[in-house]
């Protein structure tokens, strides 16, 4: 009888065995499974985000086009849009949509002003041959929305 006894805890220790091996598998593949993923996850936040500042950009140097056809074509304050659909391109004031159906860009102006030394400074003497750009990015990624900017001054030629 003993020896039929300890069969079957020997057979019974493999059981647990198998089972312990078993989880212990699950789990590092569910682990695995998890880091993939959320690399995946972040892989596509940078990428977006990417695009995002060549977004940025593309509004600044647009700006600096806009400028280059005319100064009369730069507002002196308040948000506007990029109209990429005109020839040469044209800033607008109301939103034409996003881009790629992702992003959604205002190009803000305001004001510059010059202080006691001549510099372009935050608040003094207002130039009215400069003017402030900020240029924001706006989009949403997992549930939050996500922005960058980007911010300069532009002057009359």
């Known amino acids: 009888m003993a020896i039929h006894s300890k069969k079957t ?3 019974g220790f ?11 598998v699950v789990v590092g593949f569910l682990a695995i499974s998890y880091l993939f993923a959320n690399s995946l996850r972040v892989q596509n936040g940078e990428r977006l985000k990417i695009r995002a500042a060549t977004y940025l950009e593309e509004g600044m140097e ?4 806009i400028r280059s056809e005319g100064w009369a074509n730069i507002p002196e304050s308040g948000t506007h849009y990029l109209d990429m659909n005109a020839i040469p391109w044209a800033l607008v004031s109301l939103d034409p949509g996003p881009l790629d159906g992702i992003y959604t860009r205002r190009i803000i102006f305001s004001r510059a002003y010059r202080d006691i030394d001549g510099n372009l ?5 207002e130039d009215p041959s ?10 949403q990624f997992g549930g939050t929305s996500k922005a960058v900017f980007i911010e300069g001054y532009i002057t009359k030629w």
Do not use: N
């Open 9 to 11: 805890k020997i057979s």
């Open 14 to 24: 493999g059981f647990i065995e198998i089972i312990v091996a078993t989880f212990v």
């Open 62 to 65: 647009s700006v600096k086009a």
């Open 121 to 125: 400074a935050l608040a003094g003497t």
């Open 130 to 139: 400069a003017r402030k750009v900020r240029v924001e990015v706006e989009w």
